[in-house]
T-cell receptor, first 112, second 115 residues
């Protein structure tokens, strides 16, 4: 069975600093990997996705993620964060037919 | 804005009651998935509907049921509400194109509180 582990429940960081949100997954088959962002009182918005090909994936709002098959990781990075990046971030695995499995989330808190 | 709407925004029900939540998909999207997001957790897959038929189900009891209509809007029904059903319920619409993966467009959710 597939599973997703987000290694940090909260990540505080100062504005303009770099950030990395960590995600590990387990699966016995090939997977599609996603990062979503959820702002307060809103639904989920897709940041980026890995389907195949280049292991470095660029998304919206300056975020990128790197797929590492040997370490079964898909960490999200941003070189310089803004106050507006404060939100909940979810790593997810798609098992086929869009039955997506989400991690528990990482709350990114950007401080001035 | 994803073009996916959900109603109501908030809802308070009493244990044992029944509730119906509604989702209006993005135009032309014939597939909808429903998720339950408990406080402090990630969304959990409830079920998916494709062209009015259930197309897969997560680990939820039968008192969670759904419908999809010919215009592809959908409902999530929960009977015999329990306190643990308190959560944000999200729907996501998809227009499968036969590609490797098609994007899910999430609505803003319905916040259900069971007292």
């Amino acid at each position: 069975a597939q599973s997703v582990t987000q290694l940090d429940s909260q990540v505080p960081v100062f504005e303009e600093a770099p950030v990395e949100l960590r995600c590990n997954y387990s699966s016995s088959v090939s997977v599609y990997l996603f990062w979503y962002v959820q702002y307060p009182n809103q639904g989920l918005q897709l940041l980026l996705k890995y389907l195949s090909g280049s292991t470095l994936v660029k998304g919206i709002n300056g975020f990128e993620a790197e797929f590492n098959k040997s370490q079964t990781s898909f960490h999200l990075r941003k070189p310089s964060v803004h106050i507006s990046d404060t939100a909940e971030y979810f790593c997810a695995v798609e098992t086929g037919g869009f039955k997506t499995i989400f991690g528990a989330g990482t709350r990114l808190f950007v401080k001035a | 804005e994803t073009g996916v709407t959900q109603s109501p925004t908030h809802l308070i029900k009493t244990r044992g009651q029944q509730v119906t939540l509604r989702c209006s998909s993005q135009s032309g999207h014939n597939t909808v998935s429903w998720y339950q997001q408990a406080l402090g957790q990630g969304p959990q897959f409830i079920f998916q509907y494709y062209r009015e038929e259930e197309n897969g189900r997560g680990n939820f009891p039968p008192r969670f049921s759904g419908l999809q209509f010919p215009n592809y809007s959908s409902e999530l029904n929960v009977n015999a509400l329990e306190l643990d059903d308190s959560a944000l319920y999200l729907c996501a619409s998809i227009n499968p194109t036969g590609g490797t993966s098609d994007e899910q467009y999430f609505g803003p959710g319905t916040r259900l509180t069971v007292t």
